[in-house]
């Protein structure tokens, strides 16, 4: 499996300490090291559930997974520079309808104290 910096996004030989292109040091055990299509793949879903969360925040028990996975998956898709603007618009999408679902929540909770 090619892997890549985790900095710059260059390709690192298998063996390799530090990226030849940024000077970054590469740790060799872990997660740390994704390969470049783990990242986009990131992005993208990143994306899909930012897109999701449109919808989503209608029903606060759906809304907040759904927003917290689009912010995690944005916020790890954000190291591609090939997507990172899926990645971005996933991560504003996701924070906007989050703050939705939480006053969505704060609604409910009004409205039925109110019926009491």
Known sequence: MTKFCTNCGNKLDENAD?????????KKKGNSNYSL????????????FGLGSILAWILPLIGYPVTICGIIYSS???KSEAS???AIAGLILSIIFLIATIMN?????IQNLAKL
């Open 18 to 26: 530090v990226c030849v292109k940024c000077g970054i040091l590469i």
């Open 105 to 109: 929540s704060i609604a409910g909770v």
């Open 76 to 78: 790890k898709g954000m």
């Open 37 to 48: 299509e783990s990242i986009e793949k990131s992005a993208n879903t990143g994306f899909g």
């Open 84 to 86: 990172k603007g899926k």
